[in-house]
């Protein structure tokens, strides 16, 4: 790459709104404008479209709504991969709000996850995410229902499906905890394991036992990473789309526009190995 082009960038972990924000089709318009190429989408909860009540129809309408939408992306001329799944704040929703009680958001889960498995098996979707840990205190025996509803995920790696992990930031610990699961489940496709909204330890910590990692693409942490960071990671906006929320967690354009700064700056590849070659080697897409 000459300095002063922009770098073509891929957004490992975003979200679309439709029914409150642009949606996907204004995001990968003004994605690609600022050198997008590729988003992988990452469905929100059911009621943040306004599908209620949160049953299980409720999230099969999800899946439908996310599989629209990445086709929307794909129409603007983004390479994008599908994902769906049961965030592990959707327990404590579920509890708090719904009134579902814990045994039915358990059997809720596994039930929504294990459908998910089967239209990653078919094609309908490319992976599971998120699931995982609350990132925040809750009561144990909420953590103790997302994680089972994390490991029914890790067992549809022998489907071919992916998975983006949202889990507490609690550095080499919170992977190595769920490297004794994976491996506790014989889970054998680490490449497919994603473990988003990683700190840069533990993004290091992932590639060292196998898997993948994500880290926000927020300006201040690109430009501690440059140059110091080896780029063994993606980069993700993790956008919301909600005008309620503007900009969280960054706008994938200006994400974009960060890394193109940075290459007339000197960090030309560093910036393609961690918003080119390794989305292209992860998620299995042709470069740009």
């Not at 988003?39 to 899946?63: C, D, F, H, Q, T």
């Not at 509890?95 to 309908?124: K, N, S």
């Not at 769920?178 to 497919?192: C, H, S, W, Y």
């Not at 993790?238 to 309620?244: A, K, M, V």
């Amino acid at each position: 790459m000459e300095g002063g082009k922009k770098v073509p960038v891929g957004d490992a972990h975003a979200h679309s709104n439709p029914a409150r924000g642009m949606g996907a089709r204004e995001i990968a318009r003004r994605f690609r404008r600022s050198g997008g190429w590729f988003i992988a989408l990452l469905s929100l909860n059911p009621w943040s479209y306004g599908i209620e009540p949160p049953g299980y129809e409720a999230y099969m309408k999800v899946v439908d709504l996310i599989v629209s939408e990445c086709r929307r992306a794909r129409e603007e001329g983004l390479k994008v991969k599908c994902f769906s799944g049961f965030h592990p704040a959707d327990v404590d929703r579920l509890i708090d709000r719904y009134r579902l009680r814990p045994e039915e958001v358990l059997q809720l889960g596994l039930r929504v996850v294990r459908a998910l498995r089967g239209m990653c098996r078919d094609g309908v979707i490319d992976g599971i995410g998120e699931v995982g840990r609350q990132h925040y205190r809750t009561a144990p025996e909420r953590v103790a229902i997302a994680s089972l509803i994390m490991e029914e995920a890790l067992e549809a790696t022998e489907d071919g499906c992916m998975i983006q992990l949202h889990l507490e930031q609690a550095g080499r610990a919170t992977i190595d905890t769920v490297d004794m699961v994976v491996r506790r489940l014989g889970v054998k496709a680490r490449e497919t394991v994603i473990f988003h909204h990683s700190t840069l330890q533990m993004a290091t910590r992932a590639r060292e036992l196998g898997y993948n990692a994500t880290v926000p693409g927020v300006p201040k942490m690109l430009d501690y990473a440059a140059g110091k960071a080896e780029p063994i990671f993606m980069i993700e906006s993790d956008f919301i789309d909600d005008p309620r929320r503007p900009g969280v967690v960054v706008y994938p354009w200006l994400m974009a526009e960060k890394l193109s700064e940075l290459a007339t700056k000197g960090y030309e590849e560093w910036a393609w190995k961690v918003a080119v070659e390794n989305v292209s080697r992860v998620f299995g897409v042709e470069p740009p």
